[in-house]
Nanobody
């Protein structure tokens, strides 16, 4: 069973930076998009950023200009560089891989990594 493993979360002061990483523990075929979501206490999970296999990106309005998503196709790894962090960025961040294969559509999720922005 393939799993996604996230790393890079932690506690940072407002205005600071963090870089999240997500890698698959096994081979996942047919990946066409990789993304990051987050869920703050009492709120629904929301999309933060997504990148397609072709390199197209999309960001939530709240993080545009501050966060950058990138991927290493050879390693099936996705990154999220977070700059100018704000307290409202505090949440559990989850990576997601979406794969399309002849047998159907598949979504893989990481276990989540806590990001806390506080002075």
């Amino acid at each position: 069973q393939e799993q996604l493993v996230e790393s890079g979360g932690g506690l940072v002061q407002p205005g600071g930076s963090l870089r999240l990483s997500c890698a698959a523990s096994g081979t996942i075929r047919g990946i066409n998009a990789m993304g990051w979501y987050r869920q703050a206490p009492g709120k629904q999970r929301e999309l933060v950023a997504v990148i397609t296999s072709g390199g197209s990106t999309n960001y939530a309005d709240s993080v545009k200009g501050r966060f950058t998503i990138s991927r290493d196709n050879a390693e099936n790894t996705v990154y999220l560089q977070m700059n100018s962090l704000k307290p409202e960025d505090t949440a559990v961040y989850y990576c997601n891989y979406h794969a399309s294969r002849w047998s159907g559509e598949y979504d893989y999720w990481g276990q989540g990594t806590q990001v806390t922005v506080s002075s």
